[in-house]
Every structure is written in structure tokens, then in C-alpha cells.
């Protein structure tokens, strides 16, 4: 079964930092592009950061706050998340591709994870 999990959400003050994970079964990541994407209420859904073999394509509003990187040993794809502000409250889903080329990426996904929330109070 193809499946991604993400975790590691939670509710953290201004400035804090949180890690997310998403594990993969059924994909390789390192074969695959693994992005991260998010959805506040009321809001469109915006891609957040992605790796696709040697490269990583980060969101104008994350890029030097947020780093997303690999363990291919256990299969799992990271979003380590600091200096995080409220706006950053959101949804954040996990997400593979057969490629893509900047954290935006609109193809069809080949599956979603069931998302982990993250909330960053003032």
C-alpha cells in the first residue's frame, strides 16, 4: 500500500521551532520528489518546501526559516520548521511525485499524506 504519514505537528509560541515528519511506504523516497505543502483556513494551498534527489526548492515565505532533508535509511522525509510565526499556522500535508522542480509544484501528486497541524500562537 502507498502511504505517506506525517507527524510531529503541535501548537508552539512565535518564534519556536517544530519538526515534521512524513514516513513513506510503498515509495522510495529518494526516487521520488517529496514535497511539503500547507492550508490555512480560508486560504489556497501553498507549496512549503521539496526534495527531489539533490535538490531542494523552499516557499518564498519559508526559504531560510525552514530546511527539508531525507533519511533514506528509514524512508522518511523531514521539515525542520524555526523562527516560526503565526502565519505559519496551518495544515501541513506530505506529498510524492514522480519529480518536480520548486516547492510549488501543481502535477497530480501520487498520494497524499492525512496532514498534521500546526499552530503558532503570538
Known amino acids: 500500500v502507498n502511504q505517506l504519514v506525517e507527524s510531529g505537528g503541535g501548537s508552539v509560541q512565535a518564534g519556536g521551532s517544530l519538526t515534521l515528519s512524513c514516513k513513506a511506504s510503498?515509495?522510495?523516497?529518494?526516487?521520488?520528489?517529496m514535497g511539503w505543502f500547507r492550508q490555512a483556513p480560508g486560504k489556497e494551498r501553498e507549496g512549503v518546501a521539496s526534495?527531489?534527489?539533490?535538490?531542494?526548492y523552499y516557499g518564498h515565505s519559508v526559504e531560510g526559516r525552514f530546511t527539508v532533508s531525507r533519511d533514506n535509511d528509514k524512508n522518511t522525509v523531514y521539515l525542520q520548521m524555526s523562527r516560526l510565526m503565526p502565519e505559519d499556522t496551518a495544515m501541513y500535508y506530505c506529498?510524492?511525485?514522480?519529480?518536480?522542480?520548486?516547492?510549488?509544484?501543481?502535477?497530480?501528486?501520487?498520494?497524499w499524506g492525512q496532514g498534521t497541524q500546526v499552530t503558532v500562537s503570538s
Open positions: 510503498g515509495y522510495v523516497v529518494s526516487w521520488n520528489c
Open positions: 506529498a510524492a511525485a514522480h519529480w518536480c522542480n520548486s516547492a510549488s509544484w501543481s502535477q497530480p501528486a501520487r498520494s
Open positions: 526534495i527531489y534527489h539533490d535538490a531542494m
